[in-house]
């Protein structure tokens, strides 16, 4: 079977770090999706990786390895407005995207 | 500035009735998806459209069905609503994938179901 691992829920203070990983076992590999999904909201895409290495874009870094069915979502200099749900998402053989569950992250003044 | 609408957002309804959810997308966009959402779980894609008169269905086995006349709308369907049904329905929309193959959805606000 398919699935995406994520952790339910994390806390971290505002103005830190915080890395979200996401592992995956998936029928083939054509990309990996992070979005982020305020609560009562719809998910905004984030970043997409598909080579292995690390894709930085603003405070947010996305990490890829391929091999080791890994990814993991780093958000640097914490604001109170991340405090959201972060997706991780795979996309399969057959171009169909794998979500999983979503990890909760809480941010404490 | 939203670019996929969906009414409503918010819908209570008793057993047995018919419902339509509607989405609609001003992106030109040829892919069209409809994913179950119920909280701390991950999305469950139960119908998409690649493009006019073009339909299947997902992974999520579902009571619902979905028509698609236009290109810019994808309603869906509950031809007799049960409890079962509650949940929150979210619509998107992608293009083709370019030459970075990103294909990245764009989603609606949601419609959250409840049936009594």
């Known amino acids: 079977g398919q699935n995406i691992d994520q952790p339910t829920e994390m806390t971290a203070t505002e103005g830190a770090i915080v890395q979200i990983n996401c592992t995956y076992q998936t029928s083939g590999f054509n990309g990996l999706f992070w979005y982020q999904q305020h609560a009562g909201e719809a998910p905004t895409f984030l970043s997409y990786n598909v080579l292995d290495g690390l894709e930085e874009k603003g405070r947010f870094s996305s990490f890829l390895s391929r091999s080791k069915g890994y990814s993991y979502l780093l958000l640097k200099e914490l604001q109170m407005k991340d405090s959201a749900s972060y997706l991780c998402?795979?996309?399969?053989?057959?171009?169909?995207?794998?979500w999983g569950a979503g990890t909760k992250l809480i941010i404490k003044p | 500035e939203a670019d996929i609408y969906q009414t409503p957002r918010y819908l209570v309804i008793g057993t047995g009735k018919k419902i339509t959810l509607e989405c609609s997308q001003t992106?030109?966009?040829?892919?069209m998806y409809w994913y179950q959402q119920d909280p701390g779980m991950e999305l469950h894609l139960i119908h998409y459209?690649?493009?006019?008169?073009?339909?299947e269905k997902g992974d999520l086995s579902s009571e619902s069905t979905v028509s698609r006349i236009r290109t810019e709308h994808f309603p869906l369907t509950l031809e007799s609503a049960r409890p079962s049904h509650t949940s929150q329905y979210l619509c998107?929309?992608?293009?083709?994938?370019?030459?970075?193959?990103?294909?990245?959805?764009?989603f609606g606000a949601g419609s959250r179901l409840t049936v009594l």
């Open positions: 998402a795979v996309r399969d053989s057959n171009y169909q995207l794998i």
């Open positions: 998107a929309s992608s293009e083709e994938p370019s030459g970075s193959g990103a294909n990245v959805l764009t």
């Open positions: 459209s690649y493009g006019v008169n073009s339909t």
């Open positions: 992106m030109g966009h040829d892919k």
